[in-house]
């Protein structure tokens, strides 16, 4: 595996490969891997020649009262880990390779931005992923890029940012990895102490109790939600939001019939967390008939 910090060193890399005829994979992250990256690398391994990661902690999708400074960075851990899935190359640059002096342009996206993680830690969010994003696949141009489904909005933003600019890549969502009492992976959980790591395990028992209730039959979304505020409010959690949104537009449903996006956020301890379900009429209706 090759560490590349240049965006000259990875194109060059890059068409080398394509001259050969190959396919291009790419999983963008900012580095603390964990199960839930590396199943997207073996995603890519599987599905392309070449596989580029790229680590980087994007500052500009922080807000000033976040976690920058303390986001946990262990590139040599990293390495090791993607290498061991195959990763070709590693793409790591430095802050100022990616937003050299003058840096002037932010995408944004309207709409699916509005809302969720958008309202609750502000519209730079989103623009700063959508940028860096952008740039990520003008500086590697992947025939398929892979994120995980964990950060939902996240994949519509993206998906949108391909459909409006034209941009020839594919965007393939993979599924939530979690641990083996439910937590969904994230670099963050690492803030979590013992007594929090116990605690954060109630935002997937909570979906779990809002989705049981929409498999038994509900469809009105308030009382959906109310299965979950209940398992948070026993639990002494207090979501940022908690709430259930159309799977394409993310517009509010009070009625799901049709695939919805059952998302939350909290605070537990020192962590932000997020989780999702998605809840889907097709698969409930084959799961009811047993097909
Ligand atoms: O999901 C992440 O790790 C980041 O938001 C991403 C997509 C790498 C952009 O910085």
Do not use: W
Not at 255 to 269: F, M, Q, T, Y
């Amino acid at each position: 595996m090759k560490i590349l910090r240049t965006i000259p060193e990875v194109r060059a890399a890059v068409s080398d490969a394509r001259r050969d005829g190959q396919s291009v994979g790419l999983v963008p992250t900012m580095g603390a891997f964990h199960d839930g990256h590396l199943s997207l690398m073996r995603r890519a391994r599987e599905r392309n020649h070449l596989v580029v990661v790229s680590l980087f902690v994007n500052p500009t999708q922080f807000g000033a009262h976040e976690d920058l400074g303390a986001y946990p960075r262990d590139e040599a851990r990293d390495a090791e880990l993607a290498e061991a899935e195959g990763v070709d190359i590693l793409f790591a640059p430095a802050a100022s390779e990616i937003y050299p002096h003058g840096f002037a342009t932010t995408i944004h996206v309207a709409d699916v931005t509005e809302v969720l993680d958008g309202a609750s830690r502000g519209a730079f969010h989103f623009d700063g992923v959508a940028t860096v994003v952008t740039k990520l696949f003008g500086i590697v141009r992947p025939d398929v890029a892979y994120f995980g489904q964990k950060d939902a909005q996240q994949v519509l933003v993206v998906r949108r940012v391909v459909r409006d600019l034209d941009l020839d890549v594919r965007i393939e969502a993979c599924p939530i990895v979690r641990q083996a009492d439910g937590l969904a992976m994230s670099s963050r959980n690492v803030y979590l102490d013992a007594d929090a790591r116990a605690q954060a395990t109630v935002l997937n028992r909570s979906l779990d109790a809002a989705a049981s209730a929409f498999e038994a039959g509900e469809r009105d979304a308030d009382s959906i939600l109310s299965a979950a505020d209940r398992v948070l409010a026993d639990a002494g959690i207090a979501p940022e939001y908690l709430e259930l949104r159309d799977a394409e537009t993310l517009e509010l449903v009070t009625r799901v019939d049709r695939d919805a996006l059952l998302a939350v956020a909290a605070r537990v301890g020192a962590a932000r967390l997020i989780d999702n379900h998605l809840l889907s009429s097709i698969s409930s209706a084959t799961d009811r008939t047993g097909a």
